[in-house]
T-cell receptor, first 117, second 117 residues
């Protein structure tokens, strides 16, 4: 069975400082992993995805994430936070299904990123 | 390319009433998802369709919730009768990939905010 844990419900940083949003997953098969962002009163948008190619994945707006199988982690980072990064971030896992099965996504509870001027 | 359309955007009903939400996915997308997002939580998958067949509905409260995707295009989610705890945002998403493709980036609609009084 798959599951995902976002280790922090809130992360607060100052503008210009690095961002780290932590995500750990549990998966029975080779997972696909995603990060989505949800700005206030806006729809969910894909930031980046890992699909068993390169373990370091680059996304939009300067975000990147590294897949670490040994640690079952997929943490999201950005070197320098911007005020516009303030939003809710969701880590998503989707197990590779057994033959005949389907990919079914599971969302984490979300991490709220707060950026101070 | 038009995005995922949902209607209505807002709905207020009293408990024990019924309500229906509509979703039109991106053209050509085979997979359609309905999520429930309660305030402060991550989206919870209610039901996933592959064309007009159900892939997963394990978290759908089937005593009161129903969903259909009759022609494999648009979809309707219904709640009857509604309870106070059904107050949430109902998100529809679609993805291009089918059952056997290794990733499934989802495109989300704006959601329907339901308030049950």
């Amino acid at each position: 069975a798959q599951s995902v844990t976002q280790l922090d419900s809130h992360v607060s940083v100052s503008e210009g400082t690095p961002v780290l949003l932590r995500c750990n997953y549990s998966s029975s098969y080779s997972p696909s992993l995603f990060w989505y962002v949800q700005h206030p009163n806006k729809g969910l948008q894909l930031l980046l995805k890992y699909t068993s190619a390169a373990t370091l994945v680059k996304g939009i707006n300067g975000f990147e994430a590294e897949f670490k199988k040994s640690e079952t982690s997929f943490h999201l980072t950005k070197p320098s936070a911007h005020m516009s990064d303030a939003a809710e971030y969701f880590c998503v896992v989707s197990d590779r299904p057994p033959p005949g099965g389907s990919y079914i996504p599971t969302f984490g509870r979300g991490t709220s990123l707060i950026v101070h001027p | 390319e038009a995005g995922v359309a949902q209607s209505p955007r807002y709905k207020i009903i009293e408990k024990r009433q019924s309500v229906a939400f509509w979703c039109n996915p991106i053209s050509g997308h085979a997979t359609l998802y309905w999520y429930q997002q309660i305030l402060g939580q991550g989206p919870k998958l209610l039901i996933q369709f592959q064309n007009n067949g159900v892939v997963d509905d394990s978290q759908l409260p089937k005593d009161r919730f129903s969903a259909e995707r009759l022609k494999g295009v648009d979809s309707t989610l219904k709640i009857q009768p509604a309870k106070l705890e059904d107050s949430a945002v109902y998100l529809c998403a679609s993805s291009q990939s089918g059952t056997y493709i290794s990733y499934n980036e989802q495109f989300f609609g704006p959601g329907t905010r339901l308030t049950v009084l």
